[in-house]
């Protein structure tokens, strides 16, 4: 997608959601969002009833799988910039030089956001299978700093998703 999902427009944030949830995370500032449940141990991939880019776009959008965000730190190029009125990540492919921005959206947590304009945050549609703490699944991360691939501890916590379609 050419921007978040609830974003009009490729340097506005979008909404943020918690991995599983298809309601956005807060609503006017306050409102919790949903989640999935402990007993939601799967790819959510294009299942409308836990991927919020289905339940939204419908068709064949979905949220991104693990297997994407590892092709796309193998396959890209990554550059902190501005775009607009936001900072964020230049992600630019290695084979024909066409890009994404990823903008600095920070992440959602209690009843305010954090680390606007610092830190970006992703869901992917993968939970970590076999963790003691099952409601944990992969995210994406990077700051002015580093791009990182990593898993996040708390379903709950509200971060931003980009749409792929198939």
């Known amino acids: 997608a ?7 427009a490729v340097d506005r944030y979008g909404d943020y ?6 309601t956005h995370y807060y609503v006017n500032g306050y409102e919790k969002g949903t989640h999935a449940g402990e007993e939601v141990q799967k790819n959510i991939s294009g299942d409308a009833r836990y991927d919020a880019a289905t339940a939204h776009w419908g068709g064949s959008w979905c949220m991104p799988s693990s297997d994407d965000f ?5 396959n890209c190029t990554f550059e902190w910039t501005n775009m607009g009125r936001r900072e964020g990540l230049k992600v630019t492919s290695k084979h024909n030089g066409k890009y994404i921005f990823l903008p600095a959206s920070g992440k959602s ?12 945050t992703y869901w992917t549609s993968s939970h970590i299978p076999g963790w003691q703490n099952k409601m944990e699944a992969y995210g994406f991360k990077a700051s ?3 791009a990182i691939f ?7 916590n509200g971060y931003s998703i980009r749409a792929v379609t198939k």
């Not at 050419?2 to 009009?8: H, K, P, S, V, Y």
């Not at 590892?70 to 193998?74: I, R, S, T």
């Not at 990593?150 to 709950?156: D, P």
């Open 17 to 22: 959601y918690s991995w599983g949830g298809t």
């Open 109 to 120: 947590n209690g009843d305010f956001k954090e680390d606007v304009n610092e830190l970006l």
């Open 2 to 8: 050419t921007c978040n999902l609830g974003a009009d």
């Open 150 to 156: 990593r898993s996040e501890s708390r379903w709950t």
């Open 70 to 74: 590892v092709e796309l730190m193998e």
């Open 144 to 146: 002015k700093t580093e």
